[in-house]
């Protein structure tokens, strides 16, 4: 069976263009499967970063504390009363301050997962995407290549070679029948 040149071109092409459908899919999801990485190792960054200004903030609440625990007491007034409701009313403010830095952070990791995980959902529709066009490619070269072979449809009743016309089933007898 010999194929003519432009059928050839036809199935090449279509391969050819299949091929580059699964390599693009491929490497769409390879590439969002790199981005929800960094999405995920920002996110990590993000918990490590919050806590350690949540534990300078302690620190710098602590000492602001004994400072002023230790001026309380060189001044002479007694611990009582309004300077310890302002203290109190600092440490508060403080861990309120902590509790903020905290929140703050899980809601931007929380972001940043969320954003690794639409990455990995568009790498996969993007791959499922490229199998479907691949698939498109070959069928419709597959079509271009029937549209271009002759092809007779037959009804019912009708012969391929007597050119629309009606067949005569009792012309055709077998030798000696009778």
Known sequence: MCIDPATAFVIAGAAIGAAGDLMEGRDAKALANLEARQYENQAVAERQ?????????????????????????????AATGSPVEVMADNAAQGQLDLEAIRYGSTLKQQALRTQAGVSRAQGQIAQRNSIFSA?????????????????KSVQAGQSP??????????????PGIA
Not at 49 to 71: F, G, I, M, N, V
Not at 137 to 142: E, Q, T, V
């Open 49 to 77: 970063s919050s806590a350690y200004e949540a534990a300078r903030l302690y620190d710098k609440q602590r000492y602001a504390a004994a400072e002023d625990r230790a001026r309380l007491a060189a001044s002479g007034v």
């Open 135 to 151: 698939a498109g490619r070959i069928f419709s070269a597959g079509a271009s290549i029937a549209g271009g072979m002759p092809t």
């Open 161 to 174: 070679f007597t050119e629309g016309r009606p067949m005569n089933l009792l012309a055709f007898r077998r």
